[in-house]
């Protein structure tokens, strides 16, 4: 019948990838950081990284972007591929690779500009220079990171006038403003109070619909309450690496969950 081949069942949408990471391995001099770390990363999700203090979670973000090779005793095996593409190959240039890929730090850093430069810095060095364009990108972005409200009536004023969580709010947009693929965050709200907390966690929400974001956090209750995966890394290795909800209501490894019941870290 030609109606049943009308509804013929389509095949599941499989999601895509924002990085691949195989056999991964990072080592500071002769001490290993990372142990074949082997991880897909899905786009458009919110993929948490846990793990007791030293356990490689800042570097293994750091390598995702390639600041990790700012330190000269670094060596590394193994690929990562973001969107297909092996991000040490020579074709794929680093300033490519952080243009797609943006990161927001643990401490906000903005530049000691204006507001309004903060954000409009990244767009102006990638060649826009007219103001109407550099005007929409800023209040855009500013929108986007939810900050636009609190400070429309402020760009010109200096970055550092603002309070910690609004600063790192600022950090977001100023990632934002370079339309960025993946947004790497190292602990973003862990220098913050509860409040602002918040507000960049609901962001994080929002922001997952437009960009694939990879958090490290210490705070299991902020894995859990915002990412959709979760990588539980422990000296160097991936222990455990599941849905979020799966990782923590019925942990397969006993280290994940002596972890997650506070028995260690
Ligand atoms: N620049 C460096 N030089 C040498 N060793 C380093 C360097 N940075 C980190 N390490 C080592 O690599 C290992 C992993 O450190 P990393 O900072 O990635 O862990 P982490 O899980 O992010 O820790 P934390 O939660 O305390 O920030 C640790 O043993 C650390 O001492």
Redesign the pocket.
């Given at each position: 019948m030609l109606e049943s081949v009308a509804v013929k069942k389509q095949p599941k949408t499989v999601s895509k990838s924002v990085y691949k990471i195989n056999d991964f391995n990072l080592w500071?001099?002769n001490?290993q950081?990372l142990n074949e770390i082997n991880l897909d990363i899905p786009a458009n999700k919110v993929t948490a990284i846990i793990?007791p203090?030293?356990?490689?979670?800042?570097?293994?973000i750091k390598a995702l972007n390639r600041m990790v090779e700012l330190?000269p005793?670094v060596k590394m095996t193994g690929s990562i591929m973001n969107d297909e593409r092996d991000i040490f190959s020579s074709k794929y240039k680093v300033e490519e690779l952080r243009t797609n890929v943006g990161m927001v730090f643990q401490k906000p850093n903005p530049f000691p500009k204006s507001i309004y430069e903060n954000v409009a810095y990244g767009p102006k060095t990638h060649g826009i220079k007219k103001k109407k364009v550099l005007d929409e990108i800023v209040e855009k972005s500013l929108k986007d990171a939810a900050l636009w409200d609190e400070v429309k009536d402020r760009l010109q004023e200096n970055a550092f006038g603002l309070s910690g969580g609004q600063q790192q709010r600022l950090c977001i947009a100023r990632c934002l403003a370079i339309e960025p693929e993946v947004i790497l965050m190292d602990e973003p709200t862990s220098a913050l109070d509860p409040i602002s907390t918040a507000k960049v966690e609901e962001l994080v929400q929002t922001l997952k619909e437009k960009y694939s974001i990879i958090i490290?956090t210490?705070n299991m209750q902020q894995a859990a309450r915002i990412s959709d995966r979760t990588a539980f890394?422990l000296n160097?290795e991936v222990i455990e690496y599941r849905e979020t909800g799966e990782l923590f209501s019925n942990p397969s490894d006993k280290r994940t969950e002596d972890y997650i019941t506070g028995r260690f870290g």
């Amino acid at each position: 019948m030609l109606e049943s081949v009308a509804v013929k069942k389509q095949p599941k949408t499989v999601s895509k990838s924002v990085y691949k990471i195989n056999d991964f391995n990072l080592w500071y001099g002769n001490d290993q950081a990372l142990n074949e770390i082997n991880l897909d990363i899905p786009a458009n999700k919110v993929t948490a990284i846990i793990g007791p203090s030293g356990c490689g979670k800042s570097t293994f973000i750091k390598a995702l972007n390639r600041m990790v090779e700012l330190i000269p005793s670094v060596k590394m095996t193994g690929s990562i591929m973001n969107d297909e593409r092996d991000i040490f190959s020579s074709k794929y240039k680093v300033e490519e690779l952080r243009t797609n890929v943006g990161m927001v730090f643990q401490k906000p850093n903005p530049f000691p500009k204006s507001i309004y430069e903060n954000v409009a810095y990244g767009p102006k060095t990638h060649g826009i220079k007219k103001k109407k364009v550099l005007d929409e990108i800023v209040e855009k972005s500013l929108k986007d990171a939810a900050l636009w409200d609190e400070v429309k009536d402020r760009l010109q004023e200096n970055a550092f006038g603002l309070s910690g969580g609004q600063q790192q709010r600022l950090c977001i947009a100023r990632c934002l403003a370079i339309e960025p693929e993946v947004i790497l965050m190292d602990e973003p709200t862990s220098a913050l109070d509860p409040i602002s907390t918040a507000k960049v966690e609901e962001l994080v929400q929002t922001l997952k619909e437009k960009y694939s974001i990879i958090i490290v956090t210490h705070n299991m209750q902020q894995a859990a309450r915002i990412s959709d995966r979760t990588a539980f890394f422990l000296n160097g290795e991936v222990i455990e690496y599941r849905e979020t909800g799966e990782l923590f209501s019925n942990p397969s490894d006993k280290r994940t969950e002596d972890y997650i019941t506070g028995r260690f870290g």
